[in-house]
Each structure stands twice: as structure tokens, then as C-alpha cells.
């Protein structure tokens, strides 16, 4: 918790910083246009950017390239499987978080490169899904003996996959649609920050039965419901594109 409070502290300076700078005025001529709405807006989103520049900068500099952070963001995918898989949440927490960094980074040192291609985002879009899926799985095996818990992870685990299946599907017959909530930004931030925040909120609002899963089932619920709802609206929006 208390790393997370430096971290929050530091990253609020750092956005004071940005902004008085002038520096949140610059065109990010690295950002990807084939990503969807962030749901926290693009201000954030671009500090964000801003702010790992330096580890982007620091990476081309000593030749690490796109899938080498690739092949990273599945590594710690499975770190953070197997850290909630064991009940270390904050742990996993971390991991997801630290590989959306690895995934974010993948892309705009392939961009910077020049070398964004067809296989590259291939191998980003299915790697990425090998990771989630770890999660994922370490998430069930944490809720195995809670019948609420079991049930969100297992629905957040179809309606991800379910998120990215869509949107792939409806490219792949000519129809891109990028709407809808819980795309993968916004699922990695909640279960990140679940898993960080849950050991606290649940030793603070201690429940008899419930030595975790405080926070983070209902975390889980949200992301089940967002997912899949994602998922429907864009199967009906992408329907309705094909017949006109």
C-alpha cells in the first residue's frame, strides 16, 4: 500500500509537471490509430505516454526492440497468474500492471523503429492474449472454493476474449469498431489495481468468512459486465454494418 501511495504521489507531480511545462501541448506523432477510446480520456493517456518515454528512449539505445517487450508483457502475465494463483495479490496486482507497460512500449518502439508491420501486430494482439489468459487463470484458481468469485473471473476471461475476438472478426470482414467499455486498457487497471488494493480493503473491512476478494470480486463483477455488454453491443453494431 505504501508503495502504491509513492507511486500515485510521484505520478501526480510528475502530471503538475507536464501540464506547467508545456510539455502536454506536444503532437504524439507515436500514438497508434488503431486504438480504441480510453475511458479515463486522453489526458491521462497521454501523460502516460510521456512518462515511459524515457524507458522507450533508454530501450532503442541498447537495442532491445517490439518483441522483446512482447514476450515480456507474457512473462509477467504468468508472474501475475501465478502470484494470485497463491493468494499474493498485490503481487499480481503489480505484474498485470508492469506488463501493460511492456505492451505499451512494444508498439511505439516499433513505430519509432519504422518496422510496425503486419506480423508485429499480429504477434502484439495474440501474446497479449496469452497473457490475459494467464491472469485469468491464476483468478479462478484463487476463487476456486468462492462460487461468486469463480464466476466473475471465469465470465471476465470469456468477455475479454470475447472484447478482442469481435473487434478482430469485424476487421477481418472489412468493419472496424473500436467503441464499447473494458477494452484492454481499462481491464488491466482494474484488475491491477484490485489486486493491489484488495489485501488492505478486505484486512480493513474484514468479512468472518472472507480472508480476501473484498475488493477484488466485485472488481471482477464489473469487468464481467462490461466485457460482455462490450462484446454484445459490438456484435450488434458490426451485424448492422455488414447488412447495409
Known amino acids: 500500500m505504501q508503495t502504491l501511495q509513492l507511486v500515485l504521489a510521484f505520478s501526480a507531480i510528475s502530471i503538475l509537471f507536464w501540464v ?24 491521462l493517456r497521454d501523460w502516460f505516454y510521456w512518462f515511459i518515454d524515457p524507458f522507450r528512449k533508454f ?12 514476450l515480456l508483457g507474457v512473462l509477467f502475465g504468468i508472474l501475475s497468474g501465478l502470484a494470485f494463483a497463491t493468494g499474493h495479490l498485490a503481487l499480481g496486482g503489480w505484474s498485470i500492471l508492469l506488463g501493460g ?33 494467464a ?27 470475447l472484447v478482442s475476438y469481435t473487434r478482430a472478426r469485424g476487421e477481418s470482414l472489412g468493419v472496424t469498431c473500436k467503441l464499447g467499455l473494458m477494452q484492454r486498457a481499462e481491464r488491466l487497471l482494474l484488475i491491477g489495481f484490485g489486486g493491489i488494493l484488495d489485501p488492505s480493503v478486505s484486512a480493513h473491512w474484514a468479512v468472518s468468512n472472507l480472508d480476501f476478494g473484498l475488493l477484488l470480486i466485485p472488481v471482477l463483477g464489473l469487468l464481467s459486465l462490461g466485457t460482455i455488454g462490450t462484446s454484445v453491443f459490438r456484435t450488434v453494431w458490426i451485424a448492422k454494418k455488414l447488412k447495409r
Open 20 to 43: 506547467v511545462s508545456g510539455k502536454h501541448k506536444s503532437i504524439d506523432n507515436l500514438e497508434s490509430k488503431n486504438r480504441g477510446k480510453f475511458v479515463l480520456g486522453s489526458f
Open 101 to 133: 507497460i511492456a505492451d505499451v512500449l512494444d508498439g511505439r518502439i516499433a513505430r519509432t523503429l519504422g518496422i510496425a508491420d503486419q506480423r508485429g501486430a499480429f504477434l502484439d494482439s495474440t501474446l497479449d492474449r496469452f497473457a490475459e489468459v
Open 59 to 70: 530501450a532503442i539505445l541498447i537495442g532491445l526492440g517490439p518483441l522483446f517487450f512482447n
Open 135 to 161: 491472469v485469468f487463470c491464476g483468478l479462478v484458481y484463487l476463487f476456486k472454493d468462492s462460487q461468486m468469485g469463480l464466476l466473475f473471473a471465469t465470465a471476465g476471461l470469456g468477455g475479454s476474449l
